[in-house]
DNA sequence: GTATTATTGCAATATAATTGCATTAGTAAA
DNA sequence: TTTACTAATGCAATTATATTGCAATAATAC
């Protein structure tokens, strides 16, 4: 399917940039300036994510949060980094330490994830 | 509140001591023999958690699975650990691997998660 | 056996995300 | 520039998972 640009995408695409951290729908909904709805922001971060663009995370507390891929390529992506989320701002990041996981005799390794709450640097 | 011994507890108790796996709602009310309500699986299983019997994770795919704890007393638990989740049979397990985060300066951590998915040794 | 109140079942509600469908609007070609 | 094609959007409805309210039931202490 060939992409289209639209205003939905930059405006989502600029924030997501200008924050340099990972957001949920709920919160590029309350940051957002363009009048946009709740269905689009989702639409528009799923096919982020299907380009490669952003990669999604399910937060320990039961919502997605997206975040600006780096270092993806093609198919070759690397998100099997630690995301953190602040209790008191609610900030979520991405940090860079690798998931390392050792897996008992036989097992084969799909993917990993991890997560780590607490207070920033800031609400610290 | 004083807590009363009901075949509900018992069936799901005897249940997740006999599978030895984390078992979801949904795996519960498949596998158990009891008559039980989706909603008292789930009230059963929270009243565990608050008494320290089980612990709750949220697993990757949206669905919180419920382990027996082991090396929990009163207020300290011990959850810190990995689990992992097979693609194929959907088992989850508590591995005895801990999850170890190191946080940018001047954070403060809280709570950590990890997930891991793959094949079992039996599904392998 | 009786009283007290924790527990249960059922219906309704909450929360987060997705799907269906008609309309709108990018984009490439004429 | 105009036209045709179809990706993208908005709104309503739906899905999936978990929780809450409330009346009925049953475990436990006396």
Not at 34 to 63: A, P, Q, W
Not at 88 to 102: A, D, G, M, R, T
């Amino acid at each position: 399917m060939k992409r289209r640009s639209t205003p939905a995408k930059k405006a989502v695409i600029e924030l997501l940039k200008s924050s340099g951290t990972a957001l949920s729908q709920e919160m590029i909904e309350a940051q957002i300036t363009e009048k946009m709805d709740r269905v689009t922001i989702y639409r528009v971060l799923n096919s982020f994510c299907e380009d490669g663009i952003t990669h999604r995370i399910l937060s320990d507390e039961g919502k997605y949060y997206f975040a600006l891929c780096s270092g993806c390529e093609e198919d070759k992506h690397n998100h099997e980094h630690f995301h953190f989320r602040c209790l008191e701002c609610q900030k979520v990041e991405c940090l860079p330490q690798p998931v390392i996981v050792n897996l008992p005799e036989g097992y084969i390794q799909g993917n990993t994830t991890g997560w780590v709450t607490g207070y920033c640097n800031n609400c610290n």
